[in-house]
């Protein structure tokens, strides 16, 4: 793949910075959690299909989610908690890459989220606000 890549004329650079995150302070937090989801009814896979859609347009809204709106707010509750984690673990995360402005309309800054390899799988990290607000509001090629 890598030698199919090199034949076009663009400017394509592979970066694979190593990262950390101090999850020290987390531990606790997440035991929390796991307590929380003893008293979660979760829902079936349509309901949390319709969940996503309903969260994606309130962060695209810029709404706060509230737990108290919804008919499973123990749910959106344990939701939010963990976002938090999420969130508290995005802000602690470094890498030692590099930012690079491509051109006027493409800046690489900071990382928008992490895969990290563990003993237990691939995790993914990324705020989800801000990946759906960008994702929701950049303008696509194919719009014109």
């Not at 937090?29 to 896979?45: G, H, I, N, S």
């Not at 939010?80 to 508290?88: A, N, P, S, W, Y």
């Not at 990382?111 to 990324?126: I, M």
């Given at each position: 793949?890598?030698e199919?890549?090199?034949?076009y004329?663009?400017?394509?650079?592979?970066?694979?910075?190593?990262?950390?995150?101090?999850?020290?302070?987390?531990?606790?937090?997440?035991?929390f959690?796991?307590?929380?989801a003893?008293?979660?009814?979760?829902?079936?896979?349509?309901?949390?299909?319709?969940?996503?859609?309903?969260?994606?347009?309130?962060?695209r809204?810029?709404?706060?989610?509230?737990?108290e709106?919804?008919?499973?707010?123990?749910?959106?509750?344990?939701?939010?908690?963990?976002?938090?984690?999420?969130?508290?673990?995005l802000?602690?995360a470094?890498?030692?890459?590099?930012?690079?402005?491509?051109?006027?309309?493409?800046?690489?800054?900071?990382?928008?989220?992490?895969?990290?390899?563990?003993?237990?799988?691939?995790?993914k990290?990324?705020?989800?606000?801000?990946?759906?607000?960008?994702?929701?509001?950049?303008v696509?090629?194919?719009?014109?």
């Amino acid at each position: 793949m890598y030698e199919n890549l090199v034949d076009y004329e663009c400017n394509v650079r592979f970066v694979k910075p190593n990262g950390v995150i101090h999850q020290e302070d987390i531990i606790e937090r997440v035991q929390f959690a796991l307590q929380m989801a003893q008293m979660v009814t979760f829902e079936d896979k349509a309901e949390v299909k319709r969940l996503k859609k309903v969260f994606n347009d309130l962060i695209r809204q810029e709404i706060p989610i509230e737990s108290e709106d919804f008919e499973n707010p123990r749910l959106v509750s344990l939701w939010l908690f963990v976002k938090g984690i999420k969130d508290e673990l995005l802000d602690t995360a470094s890498n030692d890459g590099e930012s690079a402005t491509i051109n006027e309309d493409f800046l690489i800054g900071d990382a928008e989220g992490y895969v990290f390899h563990t003993a237990y799988g691939s995790v993914k990290l990324v705020s989800r606000e801000e990946f759906s607000q960008k994702n929701f509001t950049m303008v696509k090629r194919w719009d014109g």
